[in-house]
Structure formats: C-alpha cells, structure tokens
C-alpha cells in the first residue's frame, strides 16, 4: 500500500512540474518587449496630436463653435432633411454604419461615408483624393446635388443670413471681415470644428509608455500587424489616410468583395489609367466602430476585411488566430468621444 501512494506522490510531483514548465513555456510565448513596440510604433505613427492644425484656417473658440452649429443644420441641405451629422453621426464614431449613405433626396451615393473623426489628419480627403483638406472637403458635399442639393454658393449664403443666430457667430467666428457669412467661412468653420474631431486611444497611452494600457492579446496584434507588413501603407498618426495604393495588388478585389460595381477609383479624378483601382488608404483609428469596409461598404465584418487586406495587398494568407489577434490590437485604436461633441448645439437654441 505504501508503495502505492509513494508512486501517487512521486506522479503528482511529476504533473505539477510539467505544468508549471508548461506555464513556463505559455509565459515565454507571450513575452512582449514593450520597449521595442513601443518605439516601433512612434517611429512608423508618431505622436498622435490634440488637433490638426492649418495656418492658412486658425483655430479659435469661436469658428469651432460655430462649426459645431453648421454641422448639425439640416438648412445646409436643399429641402432641409440632411446634416453634415446624418452620414457623420458624431455619436456613432463618424459614420451611419450603412454601405452608402442617402441623402437629401434620399438618393444613395456610390461609396461608403468615410468616418469624419481624425480626418484632418489625412493628406487628401475623399476615397479618390479629390479635396486637398478638409476646408475644401466641407464644401464640396452640400454643393454636390446627391448629396446635401444646395444649387449654388449664393443659394446657402442668401439662407444663413436669414437666421438671426448666424449673424452673431459669424461674426464672433471672423471679427476682421466686413461680410463673414460667406460659402468659404461656411466650409472653414466646418472644418474647423473637424480639426478638432482627434480621438486619442488606449493605443496612445501604450505609445506614451503606459505598458497596462494594452494586454498581451493586443500587444501580439500590434506585433503581427507590423510584421506582416500593413505599416507599410497604414503610416503616421491615422494610421493611414496618407497615401494612395492600388486595392487588388495580387488578385481583382471585387472578386474577394463580391462588390456589384467595380469601381475604378483615382483613375477617374485624374483620368490616368495608371491610377485605375487606386484608392486613399484608410485611416484605422475608431476602425472596429466604422463597419462595412471599403470604398463601396462591401464588407461587414472586420474579421473578413482584415483577411482580405492581407490576401489582396500582401500576398499572405493569414490564420484565423492571427486575424483575431490583429482585429483585438485595432480595436485598442477605439478612442474617447467627448458627449459634447455627440450632441447637437443646435436643441438648446430651439
């Protein structure tokens, strides 16, 4: 009988030291060179900063405010059924989650709405890259007549002048100007507020040295996001927004999409068949919030576009633990929104 139980002892001593160097063996897969990450990510994001500054359209309290106001105006549609905020839901991360959005006539455009929120931080806006900044951005949606409808500058100048609480705000808003309602101070005010639409993450703290700020699981995502070669195009402080690339590098998207369109991108700005399929890289901050993918809103689930992305512009087919560990370090980038910002000015006016 004793033998017995000293070979009951002798194999429990033998299962607890094979499992304390199986959780050796656990410890050191998951080992995280914080340091390392962390300097890998400031040099290939930077900083990311509080707002995103123009010298040519100086931010002040007073042009963000009523930018604020502008944003939320049903007026700045023809018919007065659309804001800037009914594709770029403030209180939704910058987007109404739909593959195109309606709009004042409740007639659907051909590409997704892109999220507002860190907007002002990419080179070029728009999937084609057709505005320079978010100043000429702001404009180019009410003027544009699937859009917001308003048939010309003066149309939308004559309307805001009529409302007894723009003359105040503009005026607040451009204190040199003789006549500070005008379309240009329209869109610079809009833009202004967007300057301001930064939205600092757990990633960020990770990035400042806060090494808790992200677990182990995020930490190996950022880590396979890097090595398998998506920092390549998804760069600085957006992480993305600062380039354009070819989607389909190694196979026709639409056949990985199921797009009912092919679109053909930048081509047709610039009209050079050498832009064909070329789209601005997206930004991926507040990415897990912004559901469906892509230019034409194709894909729904991250998970999906994240397989996609590897397989059509690198060339690699990724695990599915590989795929559930990069989604994990993207949804680090989810950021605060502050409530009054999600909330419109214009309820308290009323």
């Given at each position: 009988?004793?033998?017995?139980?000293?070979?009951i002892?002798?194999?429990?001593?033998?299962?607890?030291?094979?499992?304390?160097?199986?959780?050796?063996?656990?410890?050191?897969?998951?080992?995280?060179?914080?340091?390392?990450?962390?300097?890998?990510?400031?040099?290939?994001?930077?900083?990311?900063?509080?707002?995103?500054?123009?010298?040519?359209?100086?931010?002040?309290?007073?042009?963000?405010?009523?930018?604020?106001?502008?944003?939320?105006?049903?007026?700045?549609?023809?018919?007065?059924?659309?804001?800037?905020?009914?594709?770029?839901?403030?209180?939704?991360?910058g987007?109404?989650?739909?593959?195109?959005?309606?709009?004042?006539?409740?007639?659907?455009?051909?590409?997704?709405?892109?999220?507002?929120?860190?907007?002002?931080?990419?080179?070029?806006?728009?999937?084609?890259?057709?505005?320079?900044?978010?100043?000429?951005?702001?404009?180019?949606?009410?003027?544009?007549?699937?859009?917001?409808?308003?048939?010309?500058?003066?149309?939308?100048?004559?309307?805001?002048?009529?409302?007894?609480?723009?003359?105040?705000?503009?005026?607040?808003?451009?204190?040199?100007?003789?006549?500070?309602i005008?379309?240009?101070n329209?869109?610079?005010?809009?833009?202004?507020?967007?300057?301001?639409m930064?939205?600092?993450?757990?990633f960020?703290?990770?990035?400042?040295?806060?090494?808790a700020?992200?677990?182990?699981?995020?930490?190996?995502?950022?880590?396979?996001?890097?090595?398998?070669?998506?920092?390549?195009?998804?760069?600085?402080?957006?992480?993305?927004?600062?380039?354009f690339?070819?989607?389909g590098?190694?196979?026709d998207?639409?056949?990985?999409?199921?797009?009912?369109?092919?679109?053909?991108?930048?081509?047709?700005?610039?009209k050079?068949?050498?832009?064909?399929y070329?789209?601005?890289?997206?930004?991926?901050?507040?990415?897990s919030?912004?559901?469906?993918?892509?230019?034409?809103?194709?894909?729904?689930?991250?998970?999906?576009?994240?397989?996609?992305?590897?397989?059509?512009q690198?060339?690699?087919?990724?695990?599915?633990?590989?795929?559930?560990?990069?989604?994990?370090?993207?949804?680090?980038?989810?950021?605060?929104?502050?409530?009054?910002?999600?909330?419109?000015?214009?309820?308290?006016?009323?």
């Amino acid at each position: 009988m004793k033998k017995y139980i000293v070979l009951i002892m002798i194999s429990g001593i033998s299962i607890l030291i094979a499992c304390k160097q199986n959780t050796k063996q656990v410890e050191q897969q998951v080992q995280i060179d914080d340091e390392a990450l962390i300097k890998m990510a400031k040099s290939t994001f930077g900083v990311l900063p509080e707002f995103a500054n123009n010298p040519n359209n100086p931010l002040s309290d007073a042009k963000v405010a009523l930018g604020r106001f502008l944003y939320f105006d049903k007026q700045l549609s023809k018919n007065g059924n659309i804001s800037c905020n009914s594709c770029h839901a403030l209180n939704n991360f910058g987007v109404d989650n739909e593959k195109t959005s309606p709009g004042d006539d409740s007639i659907r455009g051909e590409r997704n709405t892109p999220t507002v929120f860190n907007a002002a931080l990419h080179s070029t806006q728009f999937w084609d890259g057709r505005a320079k900044d978010v100043e000429e951005q702001a404009g180019m949606p009410i003027l544009n007549p699937i859009e917001h409808g308003i048939p010309d500058k003066t149309f939308l100048e004559k309307r805001i002048k009529s409302i007894e609480m723009y003359k105040g705000l503009f005026s607040q808003a451009f204190p040199d100007e003789k006549e500070p309602i005008s379309f240009n101070n329209i869109a610079k005010a809009i833009a202004a507020f967007e300057r301001k639409m930064i939205t600092p993450s757990r990633f960020d703290k990770y990035i400042a040295g806060d090494i808790a700020a992200l677990n182990v699981t995020e930490k190996e995502g950022f880590k396979l996001f890097m090595e398998t070669g998506c920092n390549t195009c998804h760069i600085g402080p957006a992480l993305g927004g600062a380039l354009f690339q070819k989607f389909g590098l190694y196979g026709d998207y639409w056949l990985e999409t199921k797009s009912e369109k092919q679109d053909k991108g930048r081509s047709e700005i610039t009209k050079s068949e050498t832009d064909t399929y070329f789209f601005k890289v997206s930004g991926l901050r507040n990415v897990s919030k912004t559901a469906p993918y892509f230019h034409d809103g194709s894909v729904a689930d991250l998970h999906e576009a994240v397989r996609i992305m590897a397989k059509l512009q690198l060339n690699k087919d990724l695990s599915v633990d590989n795929i559930n560990k990069i989604v994990s370090f993207l949804e680090s980038l989810t950021g605060d929104i502050p409530d009054n910002m999600k909330e419109s000015p214009l309820a308290a006016k009323q």
